[in-house]
């Protein structure tokens, strides 16, 4: 629990410390107020220095560091009717029972299995079904992500994807044509780690560019993509 603390608010560090691109929240008062909802007690404060522009404080550099807490050794005890099974067995069989209740927790949460509002029942078997094939891709995907030390559950994983977005810029021209441009944001570390583990890109494009003519010859013109 200590471990996922600290990386989900080194994660945000990240994100703040970003804010030096081009059109980033550089007032030193607006980072302050987004170091303190990532404040954590088992971590150090991160230190923020900022230069007078004479109109008031931006900040310039970010620096952190990790406290490490004080470990202690930890126990289970877990009580079971099972006999004659050695403790390695007893073990094993609760973190089946725990994957099997994950299973189900992530089938009626994240992968909206209930509630089922169809009244037919060829319908209602047929979201269950889908749900089962869900289940099976992020079931794959655990699989993989745990191979290579990479233990978070499905909701941590999609709370971290999700941190990388998909850019559509629209402009205008002067001869009335409408030009998109569509571009993805860097992944944070966490997230490159999900995609090397996976042996996909970081990013599934760089840039793409649509141009679609003015609307009364839009029928007979054809999407000019590059």
């Not at 009626?108 to 099976?136: N, T």
């Not at 970081?202 to 560019?209: A, G, I, L, V």
Request: glycine share 8%.
């Amino acid at each position: 629990m200590e471990e996922e603390l600290s990386k989900r608010y080194e994660e945000g560090l990240e994100s703040i410390k970003g804010i030096e691109r081009k059109g980033g929240i550089k007032r030193i008062e607006k980072v302050y107020e987004r170091l303190g909802r990532l404040k954590r007690d088992t971590l150090g404060e991160p230190s923020v220095r900022g230069e007078d522009k004479g109109e008031g404080w931006d900040r310039t550099e970010i620096k952190w560091k990790r406290v490490e807490g004080v470990k202690v050794p930890g126990a289970y005890f877990i009580r079971t009717t099972l006999k004659g099974e050695d403790e390695e067995t007893i073990w094993k069989i609760y973190n089946t029972l725990r994957e099997i209740e994950g299973t189900f927790r992530v089938l009626k949460s994240d992968l909206k299995m209930r509630p089922v509002f169809h009244q037919k029942d060829i319908y209602s078997e047929a979201h269950i079904y889908g749900s089962i094939l869900a289940y099976m891709v992020v079931n794959t995907i655990r699989q993989k992500l745990k191979a290579k030390g990479i233990r978070d559950d499905w909701s941590n994983i999609v709370r971290r994807m999700n941190t990388q977005k998909l850019i559509t810029s629209e402009m205008k021209t002067r001869t009335g044509r409408t030009i998109y441009i569509k571009k993805c944001s860097k992944p944070i570390v966490r997230v490159r780690e999900i995609y090397h583990a996976l042996n996909y890109k970081e990013c599934p494009f760089f840039q793409k560019k649509s141009v679609l003519p003015k609307r009364e010859n839009r029928k007979n013109e054809s999407l000019d993509t590059s």
